[in-house]
């Protein structure tokens, strides 16, 4: 079993919609969370940090983490054709060395 | 302006053949990171170094060899050893000053074999 999945989609959506994206986890030891979104060919950019439990938002954006459920999510309000891209969750606890990623979810927004 | 720089973008090579990718880095960072990206995969740790001569396997390092002679160079050689090398390698470093474990990538190098 994998310590993070996370379902690939494709996730096809109208524009203005709001998206939803989820990873589940199974370390609880996990502490520090990232979303990195990822445009084809293109090294992925980091979009949203948060530790520990609770939200944080940025502009459209907002993560959200529940330690408690293993579960963390990213919403985007007002999805536009230009976040068409794959979202990668991604996670570390102080001590280790790199994070380890989800597999990533594919993202349409269709205009 | 301070980034990653990796080369080539894109690579072709045949089977049987070693092939080394360039990661260079001008952000005065001691720790740098290779990773392998499949589609469908995520991002998998193939090796990682914190300081210059010194660097660690990840999950995947056999078939890998890399080295850390100059602080802002970190070049991957993918060998002939390695079973199914066609994929995306992404290099990365720290992004922030806090050790957080956020990661800042350069653009990738896409390899293909024939």
């Known amino acids: ?21 989820n990873c589940t986890y199974s370390n609880s030891a996990f502490q520090y969370f990232m ?19 609770g939200n944080k938002e940025d502009g459209r954006f907002t993560a959200q983490v529940d330690k408690s459920s293993k579960y963390i999510s990213l919403f985007i309000r007002d999805s536009q054709p230009s976040d068409s ?27 | 302006d301070g980034g990653i720089t990796q080369s080539p973008k894109y690579l072709f090579r045949k089977e049987g053949q070693n092939v080394t990718l360039s990661c260079e880095q001008n952000l005065n960072h001691d720790a740098m990171y290779w990773y392998r990206q499949d589609p469908g995969q995520g991002l998998r740790l193939i090796y ?3 300081i210059v001569n010194d660097f ?5 390092a056999e078939g890998y ?22 994929a995306f390698y992404l290099c990365a ?7 957080t474990g956020e990661l800042f990538f350069g653009e990738g190098s896409r390899l293909t074999v024939l």
Not at chain 1, 6 to 11: A, E, W
Not at chain 1, 35 to 53: A, V
């Open chain 1, 85 to 111: 891209a794959t979202y990668l969750c991604a996670m570390t606890t102080t001590g280790r060395r790199a994070l380890t990623f989800g597999s990533g979810t594919r993202l349409q927004v269709q205009p």
């Open chain 1, 35 to 53: 979303w990195y979104r990822q445009y084809s060919r293109k090294g992925p950019e980091l979009l949203m940090y948060t530790y520990s439990s």
């Open chain 2, 65 to 86: 060899s890399v080295s850390r002679e100059k602080k802002e160079s970190f070049p991957l050689t993918v060998t002939s050893a390695q079973k199914n090398p066609t």
């Open chain 2, 93 to 99: 470093t720290p992004s922030g000053t806090t050790n």
């Open chain 2, 48 to 50: 990682y170094s914190q």
């Open chain 2, 56 to 60: 660690q396997k990840g999950d995947i």
């Open chain 1, 1 to 21: 079993q994998k310590e993070v999945e996370q379902d690939p989609g494709p996730l096809s959506v109208p524009e203005g919609a709001i998206v939803s994206l």
